[in-house]
């Protein structure tokens, strides 16, 4: 079965940068989405950013102008850019692929931002 695999996560300080990356570990067709959610402790999974398959981007407001997704030419991974890092933007990120009417999740990678 093909999974999502993430990679990127880490520590780093309030204003750093991290970038994530999640890629299929076989080969997934008709891809519509691609999106990052993250959940934070005690929290429920929240939406963070979503690129669809023409390339259109958008994100929640909570990381508007901090952060970029995108992917490569061969839409075979996504990337999510993470700038101006705060703290309140410490959790577990994972990505989901929507294709075919069947969604795709990865394991998620943790992110920590230190005040």
């Known amino acids: 079965q093909v999974q999502l695999v993430e990679s990127g996560g880490g520590l780093v300080q309030a204003g750093g940068s991290l970038k994530l990356s999640c890629a299929a570990s076989?080969?997934?067709?008709?891809?519509?989405?691609m999106s990052w959610y993250r959940q934070a402790p005690g929290n429920q999974s929240v939406w963070v950013a979503t690129?669809?398959?023409?390339?259109?981007?958008n994100y929640a407001d909570s990381v508007k102008g901090r952060f970029t997704i995108s992917t490569d030419n061969a839409k075979s991974t996504v990337y999510l850019q993470m700038n101006s890092l705060k703290p309140e933007d410490t959790a577990v990120y994972y990505c989901?692929?929507?294709?075919?009417?069947?969604?795709?999740w990865g394991q998620g990678t943790q992110v920590t931002v230190s005040s």
């Open positions: 989901k692929w929507v294709a075919s009417g069947k969604s795709y």
């Open positions: 076989g080969s997934i067709f008709g891809v519509n989405a």
């Open positions: 690129i669809s398959s023409r390339g259109s981007p």
